[in-house]
């Protein structure tokens, strides 16, 4: 299995040059098309606007928003048509998550940047939390800071969920570019040799696969996150496959995780499916 459509969620109010190289860098490897899609809705005037002041501001808006749009786009080919011959453009006047949503039908893969959650604006770009949830396609989740797709050295950060299963087996064609995979679980002491046994199971799994991997378990007190990040670095990944949201959003939002970290501030490339 390879990756045939790859898609990328731009933003409006920055640059999406990283998302762009590493989606460059998909395209060259699997001889994928690629699909730039962006979208933002006209806000709504102010509540004292009306009559035909009202209007002329959702006319100015319509316009400004059209402008980013096309800047957009002229990012997008400006960075893909030096790297490969089939991209496409997509944009519409609604609201991004509702439109990359829809959209996710013609990719196989969804590449999209950090955006944090307590200063992203939601009609500048599609939020990386709501695409896990919604698009029904693995998420590639991109740090601006990266300047291309690194897949000598791959983490799979292994819990025993649906979540976690269907993340390793959307990633398979990543993890048979790598020189090196590690199937990494973080647990309690006491679960120590339980974790290891999982995680030798998932690199049987691979083997079968014809990818060589290696089993690892950790224990951890209480940040689960932090030590995967470790364990990472440790390694050399340059990325890090997850489950996503193994318990309810409402819980990872309130008392944060894994995969929160992983969506809003990630020290690498994160690719998520649940």
């Not at 990719?107 to 939390?129: C, K, Q, W």
């Not at 989740?141 to 050295?153: F, G, H, K, Q, Y």
Request: charged content about 25%; hydrophobic content about 45%; some cysteine.
């Amino acid at each position: 299995m390879d990756y045939k459509s790859i898609a990328v969620s731009m933003t409006l109010d920055r640059s999406n040059r990283a998302c762009l190289v590493v989606a460059a860098d998909l395209a060259e490897r699997f001889d994928a098309r690629v699909i730039g899609i962006a979208a933002s809705e006209v806000r709504p005037p102010l509540y004292f606007a009306e009559g035909e002041y009202a209007q002329k501001l959702l006319l100015a808006e319509e316009e400004a928003i059209r402008k980013q749009l096309a800047d957009a786009e002229a990012e997008f080919r400006g960075v893909l048509a030096k790297r490969t011959r089939h991209i496409e453009w997509r944009s519409a006047l609604i609201f991004a998550n509702d439109f990359v949503a829809t959209q996710a039908r013609s990719a196989d893969l969804i590449v999209t940047s950090v955006r944090s959650e307590s200063v992203a604006d939601p009609y500048a770009g599609a939020s990386p939390s709501d695409l896990v949830m919604e698009v029904g396609r693995p998420v590639l989740v991109v740090p601006e800071s990266e300047t291309w797709l690194d897949l000598r050295r791959i983490l799979i950060a292994w819990k025993d969920t649906k979540e976690s299963r269907r993340a390793v087996f959307d990633a398979l064609p990543l993890l048979s570019k790598a020189q090196d995979v590690t199937v990494a679980e973080v647990c309690k002491s006491t679960d120590k040799e339980e974790a290891l046994a999982r995680t030798n199971d998932v690199v049987a799994w691979l083997g079968a696969h014809g990818i060589s991997a290696s089993a690892l378990a950790e224990t951890v007190v209480d940040d689960a996150a932090t030590k995967l990040d470790d364990i990472a670095s440790n390694i050399g990944a340059g990325l890090v496959v997850a489950g996503a949201y193994g318990h309810s959003r409402f819980r990872e939002w309130v008392l944060g995780g894994v995969t929160r970290q992983y969506v809003t501030r990630p020290s690498r490339c994160v690719f998520l499916s649940r």
